[in-house]
Nanobody, 121 residues
Framework: HVQLVESGGGSVQDGGSLRLSCVVS?????LAWFRQAPGKQREGVAA???????STAESVRGRFNITKDKVRNIVSLEMHSLRPEDSGTYYC???????????????????WGQGTQVTVS
């Protein structure tokens, strides 16, 4: 059973930066970050595939960057120029199985972290 533990959330001012990290208990092929604000649907923010192909939501493109460390099984999300609308709970997700392309659909991920809160004000 794959386990994911996120860290790095917090409160930051409009325009600030945060770095989220997610430690994955074993190697998985496709990793992603999702977020959910109160009253809204979960949104796929960024994903990285087995071949390091990236997929980033238009709302964060140019501001957020997803990377993964295959040796240490860590996936990170660097967030810059944060806006109040970026606030929410951020979840790390993992999918077992080779994927050439990255997917930001929640249905494609079997394992999820507990979430970390990001507040931008």
């Amino acid at each position: 059973h794959v386990q994911l533990v996120e860290s790095g959330g917090g409160s930051v001012q409009d325009g600030g930066s945060l770095r989220l990290s997610c430690v994955v208990s074993e190697y998985t092929d496709c990793l992603a970050w999702f977020r959910q604000a109160p009253g809204k649907q979960r949104e796929g923010v960024a994903a990285i595939s087995s071949e390091r192909v990236l997929s980033t939501a238009e709302s964060v493109r140019g501001r957020f960057n997803i990377t993964k460390d295959k040796v240490r099984n860590i996936v990170s999300l660097e967030m810059h120029s944060l806006r109040p609308e970026d606030s929410g709970t951020y979840y790390c997700a993992a999918s077992v199985g080779y994927r050439l392309t990255a997917t930001r659909l929640s249905k494609d991920y079997e394992y999820w972290g507990q979430g970390t809160q990001v507040t931008v004000s």
